[in-house]
């Protein structure tokens, strides 16, 4: 019984590990309600790291042709994306309608975007490690140009 005990603790420990390693990079939140009279609700928790492993999923051929599209604006996207990191939270941009309002801020470690529309309600949060990750990943997808001679 005490093997039982040994055995069960150790697989309960291990479970709680992997989960703590998965939520390590923090968490993808897709939030929407719908504002019609089907009311639909969808809530979307994913560990960030899910991110990397779904871009070694990708096909190969899609990655590399939007590497070879994003290259040219890495720099730009590196240094961005360090600022982000670095910055203290604030609004990136906010556009209100008379049916509509989007905000972009940065919230601590992420992106959260934020939209209220006569239909819906919308919430995404991502960590800013995640979509860096990403990018680099994405930048790798294909062989650098070559250099002419």
């Given at each position: 019984m005490i093997l039982l005990g040994k055995i069960a603790l150790g697989v309960a420990a291990?479970?709680?590990a992997g989960v703590g390693l998965l939520c390590s990079?923090?968490?993808i939140v897709v939030n929407v309600v719908e504002k019609q009279p089907e009311h639909h609700h969808i809530y979307v928790p994913a560990p960030a790291m899910l991110l990397?492993?779904?871009m070694h999923l990708a096909p190969k051929g899609e990655l590399a042709q939007?590497?070879?599209e994003i290259r040219p604006y890495l720099p730009a996207i590196?240094?961005?994306?360090d600022q982000l990191r670095d910055c203290e939270d604030m609004t990136l941009a906010e556009v209100r309608g008379r049916e509509e309002h989007v905000l972009v801020a940065k919230r601590g470690g992420s992106i959260v975007v934020d939209a209220d529309?006569?239909?819906a309600t919308v919430h995404v949060s991502t960590p800013i490690r995640a979509?860096?990750?990403a990018i680099e990943q994405l930048a790798a997808a294909a062989?650098?140009?070559e250099s002419a001679p």
């Open positions: 291990t479970a709680v990079e923090g968490m990397p492993i779904a939007a590497s070879q590196r240094a961005a994306m529309t006569e239909d979509v860096s990750s062989p650098p140009p």
